[in-house]
């Protein structure tokens, strides 16, 4: 039976073109969301752009032809195995007579495995350690694997380690054997023991060849504990291996291919999937949604639709013969594969891929486990490889971010929520003066409770009136997710969090007020707690200088808790201030002394800086940034200042007029720099080059060399004669 309906395939896509020489097997990352990345890997067959998916491709059993992957759903690359081909006579020689992908008939990337999983489904393979690399060099393989040591996770802690270090002790002369053409995979093993898949990211990312080190690492031995949904336990292993895999390797999540997985996976850091489950869930009659998986049996309408299924009723595909069936559903699995990675890059881009993750875990039981679990470790990470991957996803995390989110119970512990949370208790200050122009202590808090933002409309009247009571008040608001200074009350999402209206009129518990005091180092004051009133019609007295005063303290908070910036340089930066602001009486443009030196961000609620504002804060600085691999023997500072990056001299001509600061320039980066804040980018004497925003964290930058490292503002030598 066949569907009349169907249209045939009409190629529209050219073959891809190959990378640079220079270019071969690097990794850029184009945009990222704490530990979620978007990225380019260079290969000889074009790019894969990251986060993707490998189909698993079968030489003798194709259920989907490779050409139509490329054709129809825009498959990238593709993974089948090496082994197989190399154990069957005559995939063999025609894969090295006309090369592997005249074979398959896919003009992507192919990337092959070696034969491990089937040394652990069958007990052992044939081929040799470096025959099976020379092999996959010789039919053309795009990124090809060495032959690793399986790791299951029942086998004892002695095999394990003997796993992990005989995989690193085959790998340089798989490297070698590799040669300059062929981009290799080295896999992470070491079983269910944090700190031996932990070890194995330092001894694989640490080997190097002649020509390059490992290109790609998979995080192997994980297929058993995914047939039996043991989520938390792969996670667990994921953010061990992180802990020491250098961050310019793309990480592939070895054997998992289900969409549920997805989300989590890429917000945790994963780059890479593979997996048979399109076609082998198809041959069972079974469909895969990104919710889960359901079997054709058992439903009368299509609970998830593709293009393939169209056409179709379920009633309509069960009566197809076995094959026909097989197909449809394949290619409805592979659709839907491709859509919610679609949907997960789209999620990165747009600040949102942990949301997408906290809803799918509700799908299943065993997930959501796992996602709790992980929200655990980001509450109070320990002192091990989990600890470490956790605490860098925080500070790596944007604190701010444009839009709205939805209040549910998992808000409070979202990477950014916490990430802004803790530069909140660390780095935020009482004000150095009142707005009456005193300096004694602070005599109360008020807490603004029961009014919605934007809370400038709703509650500013109530904030000047407190302070016209009492200049010595510090003033908070009372949001679902806890207190906020009033100083930052258009930080999103903090000001954007969509709930329902009497939400806003619930008092936060006293319990949890106190404690919220007690991190903002105000425990010891009264605190009192108010509701606004309507709004006078008459004007109240001196207004106008409170008014000020408190858009000063919101320029000096943020530059302090945002930026790292001391409140007494902060004060200084914004001496005789003034603004300009837009119709909806917001600060647009920020004047010291008549010179605007800062953007206040609409979008979010954070600044950006001017030429002259990077200018004034650079001055303040002494020495420059530490080059990468120099330790720093200071204390740390709660505000370690602006964050900088020391780039080489032949990039300061090019940065200095405005160009982009690309990686593989940078000399030395500050450590507690932050994708998507704003950065000073100087030379190695410390003297300003340009301003911008960082792309990457600085242990990114001590480590890519491709791709763009900050998205720069305004370069310091434009307007000068050099």
């Known amino acids: ?79 089948t195995n090496s082994y197989v081909m190399w154990k069957h006579d005559d995939l063999s020689e025609f894969a090295l007579e006309k090369g592997v992908h005249k074979l398959i008939d896919f003009p992507g990337v192919i990337v092959t495995d070696s034969g491990t999983f089937q040394s652990y489904v069958y007990g052992d393979v044939e081929v040799g350690v470096e025959e099976i690399v020379e092999f996959q060099r ?17 086998m004892s802690r002695d095999e394990l380690i003997s796993a992990v270090e005989v995989t690193a002790e085959r790998s340089p002369i798989s490297l070698e054997k590799a040669g300059e053409e062929l981009l290799l995979n080295g896999p992470i093993q070491g079983g269910l023991h944090d700190d031996l ?62 969409p549920l997985l997805f989300p989590m996976s890429i917000a945790l850091g994963v780059d890479i999937f593979d997996s048979a489950a399109y076609a082998l869930f198809a041959r069972g009659g079974r469909l895969l949604t990104p919710t889960g998986t359901v079997r054709l049996e058992e439903i009368n309408e299509w609970p998830y639709q593709s293009s393939e299924l169209f056409n179709w009723t379920p009633e309509e595909v069960r009566a197809l013969d076995s094959k026909e069936r097989e197909k449809i559903l394949a290619r409805h699995n592979l659709e839907v594969t491709q859509s919610e990675l679609a949907r997960c890059r789209e999620a990165v881009r747009n600040g949102k891929i942990w949301l997408l993750a906290e809803e799918r875990s509700h799908s ?8 709790l679990w992980i929200l655990e470790q980001l509450d109070n990470p320990d002192e091990g490889p989990v600890g470490i991957s956790s605490m860098r996803m925080i500070s790596s995390t944007n604190p701010v971010r444009s839009g709205g989110e939805n209040l549910v119970d998992d808000i409070e512990e979202r990477p950014h929520i ?63 997710i806890g207190l906020i200074p009033y100083s930052m009350e258009d930080v999103s999402p903090w000001c954007h969090i969509d709930c329902a209206d009497e939400v806003w009129d619930l008092p936060l518990d006293e319990d949890e007020i106190i404690q919220e005091l007690y991190e903002l180092d105000l ?5 009192i707690r108010i509701s606004p009133g309507p709004s006078p019609d008459e004007r109240i007295e001196g207004s106008k200088i409170i008014r000020d005063w408190l858009d000063r303290c919101s320029i000096v908070d943020k530059l302090s808790v945002l930026n790292g910036i001391a409140p007494s340089l902060g004060c200084k930066v914004t001496s005789e201030m003034t603004s300009r602001r837009s119709k909806t009486n917001r600060m647009v443009n920020v004047y010291s002394g008549g010179i ?28 420059p940034p530490l080059i990468f691999g120099e330790e720093f023997e200071g204390d740390e500072l709660d505000h370690p200042g602006l964050a900088r990056v020391m780039i080489v001299d032949d990039a300061i001509p090019f940065v200095g007029q405005g160009r982009n600061v690309m990686q593989g320039y940078v000399l030395g980066a500050d450590p507690h720099l932050i994708p998507g804040q704003p950065c000073l980018v100087v030379d190695s004497n410390g003297d300003l080059v340009a301003h911008g925003t960082s792309i990457t964290t600085a242990r990114e930058m001590a480590y890519l060399t491709k791709g763009l490292a900050v998205r720069v503002r305004d370069g310091a030598l434009k307007y000068s004669d050099a």
């Not at 059993?61 to 593709?78: A, D, F, Q, S």
């Not at 605007?596 to 979008?603: A, G, V």
């Open 1 to 79: 039976m066949t569907n009349q309906y169907r249209r045939p395939i009409v190629s529209t896509r050219p073959d891809p073109v190959p990378c640079r020489p220079q270019d071969l097997g690097k990794f850029e990352i184009i945009q990222r969301d704490g530990a979620a990345r978007i990225g380019r890997i260079h290969t000889k067959h074009g790019l894969l752009n990251t986060p993707m998916l490998l189909p698993v491709v079968n030489p003798n059993i194709r259920t989907i032809e490779p050409r139509e992957m490329w054709e129809k759903y825009r498959v990238e690359g593709l993974i």
């Open 138 to 154: 010789n039919i053309g393989v795009d990124i090809g694997t060495m032959l690793d040591v399986f790791g299951r996770p029942d």
């Open 197 to 258: 898949r932990a070890l194995s990211g330092e001894l694989m990312g640490g080997i190097s060849g002649e020509y390059r080190g490992f290109t790609v690492h998979p995080i192997g031995g994980i297929v058993p504990l995914m047939e039996n949904q043991r989520y938390r336990e792969l996670f667990k292993i994921l953010l061990s291996a992180k802990s020491t895999i250098p961050p310019n390797r793309p990480i592939h999540l070895f054997g998992c291919g289900h």
């Open 364 to 371: 299943s039981a065993q997930l959501r486990d796992a996602f």
């Open 418 to 480: 916490l990430h802004f949370k803790s530069l909140l208790a660390m780095r935020w200050r009482i004000p150095g003066s009142w707005w009456d122009e005193s300096s004694e202590e602070p005599q109360r808090v008020v807490i603004i409770e029961g009014s919605k933002p934007p809370w400038r409309d709703s509650s500013l009247h109530t904030v000047i009136s407190c302070l016209i009571d009492e200049p010595r008040s510090i003033i908070l608001i009372s949001t679902p």
């Open 523 to 527: 425990s010891d004051l009264p605190f």
């Open 596 to 623: 605007h030196t800062i953007s206040p961000r609409l979008n979010d609620g954070g600044i950006s800086l001017t030429l002259e504002g990077a200018k004034m804060i650079n001055s303040e600085y002494s020495s």
